[in-house]
C-alpha cells in the first residue's frame, strides 16, 4: 500500500511559509501503521498540479493533498483534479447551502466568489468542513483514490481525523499491528549512541530502530510492525529491556518526554518546588519550565542575574566572592544556589554562570565554560563543565540540559 | 531554469521532525530570483533515494538535497549518489584529517563512523563543513548539478550562504541583478497589511510583494530584478518611501531584525539599560534579549517571579496591591516595574503579569489577558491587553512581543 502526500501553495513553495501539513498527516498515517512513500510539494500552477497529480495517481493507491480549496483564482486543486480525471466540475446543492449558511449564521452574505467552493468534479465524495468554507473530497483519478483538503490547519487536521482517516482504514484492511516507542536520552551524541546500541539489529531484527535529534537530546525510536499483537508487546519489552541496560541513566524518559518536562513531572512526585538563578542560560531554563502547562505548581522563580549588581542585590551572593572567584566559578555558582533557595523557599535551587561566548572567553575559562550550582535539602554542591559546541544559543541549550538533567539526578537519588 | 529541493529523512517522512531546511532554502533562492519547481521529500530508503535521484536529475538543471550525509548506517546520500552516478565512493584526505581535528579540537578521538563522512562519490567537489563533522559536495548526475548538504540547519544554512548559492549564481549566470529588502513589522496580521499596502502592486509594479510570518511579527519582503543596478536601488528607495508611509510605528525595522534585536540596539544607542519583572511571560523576554551576543551591554537582570511570594520578596509587590487588584491587574504591573527598576537600577523596566492558559482564565480575566507595566524616567504606566490566541505558547509569545514593542516606542519617543 503506497500511499503519498501532496502539499500545494505558492506561499510554501516560496518558503514564505513552512509545511506542517505534511508532517502532520505523516504523524497520523503512522499511527494507523502507515508510512507514507514521499512528501510532494508544488505552487499554485495548473501545469505543476496536474503533472503532479497524473504522476502520483500512476505510482500512488492513496494520495493526500492539502490546499487549493480556497475561493480565490489561484485555488486550483477542483479544477485541475477534474481535469486529470477527465471528468466535469458539478455543483453541489447542498455544500452551497452550507457555505452560505457558514457566512449567514456570522450575519454576511457569501461572497460571490466562495460559490466555486461547491462545485466539485463529477464522482467525487464530499468531505464536510464544519469549521470552514472549503469542503473536501475524495476522487478517484485512474488507480488511486485522492484525498483532497483545505491548507488551513486547524480544518485539515479536524477533516483528517474525522473524514480521511476512517476511509483510508477501510481501504487498507492492513493485517499488522504498527507501534512506534520513542525513548529520550541526554548525554550522548547520535553516534555514540548507535555505538553503545551495536547489536540490536541482531538481536531485534524486527525492529527497525531510529535517531531523533533535538539537541543536546536525542531520540531513539523503535519501528515495529507484527501480525500479532501480543508478540509485538512482548519483543518491545525485551527491546526495552536491552537499551535501558545498554543506556542506563542516560535515558530520560521511557516516552519521549522532554528534559524539563520529566523534571517537571519528578517534582510534582515528590511534591517538590525549584527556584532558579540564571546567569549565562539568561532565562532559558525558566522559560522551557514554564513551557508547560501547570508550571506554577512546582516552579516558585528565576532570577535572571545577568549583571553582578543583581546577583548581589536580588541572590545575596557577596562582592568577596564575586570578587575573589569571578562570576563564573564554582562558589559562585553555589552562592547563586544557596540565596535562590533562601530567598524563595523553594525545596531545591539550581543555578548557572558561565561563558557562552561569543566574547568573554580566557584560556582559563573558554567559551562553553559553566558553573552549575544545586542546593537542596541535602546540601550545596557545584560542578564546572566545558562543552565544545562554541555557539552562543547552542551553549545556552547546553547548559540549560546540563542543570536540568543535574536536578533530575538529584530528583532519582 | 529548474531548481527543485530533496529533503530526506525517515524522522522528516514519519512527521517525528518538520522539515524547515526546505522552505529556508527556497527563501534564499528566492533572493536571487529563482522560484524552486517543487519541493519532494524521502525517507532514509535506498531504493526511494536512488528512484528521486534519478527522477530528479532528469527533470531538473539543479537539485538541492539535505540530509543523508551523518556518520550512521541510515545516511545513505552518499553512497546512492555515487551508485546513480556509475562512480565509486573515494577516500578525501583533506576531509578526513579536517574530521578528525575537529574531534581533537574537541579533546575527543574521532568515532572510526565518522570515517565515513571523508568519503565521496569519484569526481564530486567538495563543500566544506566548518561547524560540523559532513561535509557537503557538488556532484554531477545526469544533466544536472546535486548539491548534497548536511540536514542539521545550522551547518545547511551556513554552507549553502557560502558554498551552493554562489555556486549556483555562477551556473545560470544571470544578467539580473536581484535585490531582496526585509522590512520587519509587529502590530499588523498578514491580510490587514496587505490592505494596507493595497495599491503596491499599480504604483511599483517590478517588484514583487510577499510577506512572511514569524508569529507575531510579520515580514514585508520586496523581491526586486533589474538589469540596471541604479534603477533597482533607485526603484528600491522609492518603494520603501512608499511603504513607510504607510505602516508607520508599524514598522519595527528596515532590515528585518526582530523586537527584541531593536530594542537591543535602541537600549545601547541611548546608553540606557532595562530589567525586567516576569510573571506569565516566564523568562521568555529575557531569554530572547540574551540570545543577542552583547546583551550584557544593557540588560541587568529579569525576576521571574511566577509565584506571589516571589513578587513580594524580590519586587517588593505589597501583600496588600496582590490582595487587593489580584496577581494580574495594572496595579500589580506597575508594582512589579517599578519594583525591578529600583532593585536593578537599571534605566528602564518592563513587567508582565497575566494568564498564557491553558487553566487559569476568568470571565473578567480570560486567558490571554496580560497586563505590562513599564518604568522610566518618565514615571510609570501600565496596560491590559487581551489576545484571542488561545494556546499557552502563542499566548507567551504575544505578550512577550506587546511589552518589547512598549519599551521599543518609549525608546523612540
Redesign the interface.
Known sequence: MIIEILATGNE?????????N???????I?EIGI?????????DDED?LGT?FKELSNRAEIVIVTGGLGPTRDDLSREVAARVAGVALELDQVSLARIEQFFSARGRKAPKNNQIQARFPAGAEILENPIGTAPGFALKINRSTFFFMPGVPAEMRKMLKEQVIPRITKIIRDPYYYE?KTISTYGLG???L??KLDGFMDRFPDIDL???ASFPEV?V?LYQKNSSQKELIKEQQEAVSWIKEKLGIKIISMNGASLAAVVAELLINKKATLA?A?SCT??????L???I????EY?????????D??KQ??LGVSPEVLKEYGAVHEETAKAMAAGARE???ATYAISTTGI????GGSPEKPVGTVCIGLAGPAGITSKRYHF?F?????N?KIFTAQALNLIRRELLS
Open positions: 510554501l513553495l516560496s518558503g514564505a511559509l513552512v509545511d506542517t505534511s508532517a502532520y498527516i505523516s504523524e497520523k503512522g508510512m507514507a512513500a514521499r512528501h510532494t510539494l508544488v505552487g505543476a503532479t512506534c547520535e553516534s555514540a548507535e555505538e531510529g535517531f531523533r531520540q525510536k532558579v540564571e539568561g532565562g532559558l531554563i525558566a522559560n519550565l514554564t513551557n502547562a501547570g508550571s506554577s516552579f516558585i522563580l528565576s532570577a535572571v542575574t545577568y549583571a549588581i543583581a542585590k536580588i530567598l524563595s523557599g557562552a561566548g561569543p566574547a565544545p562554541g555557539k552562543r544559543l547552542l545556552k
